[in-house]
C-alpha cells in the first residue's frame, strides 16, 4: 500500500510504548501492528480521532504517500 | 432480533414435523400406496417401481433440505452465517431442489405426453412452477448471501 502510517515516529517522539498507545486508543496490540506495517486496508475516522487524540498530532503526521 | 429469535425457533418445530412427515411418506404412504394402486389398476404395474424410484429421490431431496436448512440456521443463531462455510450447506439445497426438479419434470413429461385429459398435467404444473421458483429464489438468495459475506470480510478488515 502506497499510504504509510507513521505510528512510530510520532510514538518515539513521545517515548510511548506500543502497548500504551494500544490500550489508550482502545485498539488490540495485533491491529497496531497491522497498521504499523502497513497491511492495514482501511481505517475508521473515530480510530484516527482516537490516535491523533493521544498523539497530540494532526491527521497528517501520520499519514503519508510514498510513490511505489 | 426477538422476533427473529422467536421465527427460527419455530421454523425449528415446524421443520422437525416436516423431516417425520417426509419420513413417513418414505417408509409408509409411498410404498404402501404404490402397492394398492398396483393392486386396484394392474396394467399400471409398470409404473410401479419407477414411481417409486423417483418419489423416494424426492422425499429424500426434502429432508436434504431440511438437514441444511437447520444447519444454516444454527449459522445464523451463532452468527456465522457470512462465512465461506455457509455455501456448503445453500449449494445442497440448490442441488437438492434441482434434482427433485428435474424428476418432477420428468413425471410430468410422461403424464403429459400420455394423458387423455389436461387434468393431471395442470394439477402437475403446479409443484412444478412452485418448485422452479424456490429454486431461483434461492439462487437469488445464495447471490445476496455472497454480497453480504464479502461486505462482512471488508468490514472486519476496517481498523
Known amino acids: ?68 | 432480533m426477538l422476533k427473529t429469535a422467536w421465527a427460527v425457533a419455530l421454523l425449528r418445530v415446524v421443520l422437525v414435523m416436516a423431516f417425520l412427515l417426509l419420513l413417513v411418506m418414505q417408509v409408509m404412504s409411498v410404498p404402501g400406496g404404490l402397492a394398492y394402486e398396483v393392486e386396484q389398476s394392474p396394467e399400471m404395474a409398470y409404473l410401479r417401481w419407477p414411481l417409486l424410484v423417483v418419489l423416494e429421490i424426492q422425499l429424500l431431496c426434502g429432508q436434504v433440505v431440511i438437514v441444511c436448512t437447520w444447519k444454516l440456521l444454527t449459522m445464523v443463531k451463532d452468527d456465522r452465517i457470512f462465512s465461506e462455510r455457509a455455501f456448503a450447506w445453500v449449494d445442497a439445497i440448490l442441488w437438492a431442489i434441482a434434482v427433485a426438479w428435474v424428476l418432477l419434470l420428468a413425471v410430468f413429461l410422461y403424464v403429459g405426453f400420455n394423458a387423455d385429459d389436461p387434468g393431471a398435467p395442470l394439477l402437475l404444473m403446479l409443484p412444478l412452477t412452485g418448485g422452479a421458483v424456490l429454486g431461483l429464489l434461492m439462487i437469488v438468495m445464495r447471490a445476496l448471501l455472497r454480497q453480504a459475506t464479502e461486505l462482512r470480510s471488508d468490514m472486519e478488515q476496517v481498523i
Do not use: H, Y
Open chain 1, 1 to 68: 500500500m502506497p499510504i504509510v502510517v507513521r505510528i512510530d515516529v510520532e510514538l518515539a517522539k513521545r517515548k510511548m510504548s506500543v502497548g500504551e498507545f494500544a490500550e489508550r486508543v482502545g485498539l488490540t496490540p495485533a491491529n497496531v501492528a497491522v497498521l504499523k506495517n502497513g497491511r492495514a486496508k482501511a481505517v475508521r475516522f473515530s480510530t484516527l480521532e482516537a490516535m491523533c487524540r493521544v498523539l497530540e498530532c494532526q491527521p497528517g503526521d501520520l499519514l503519508e504517500w510514498v510513490d511505489e
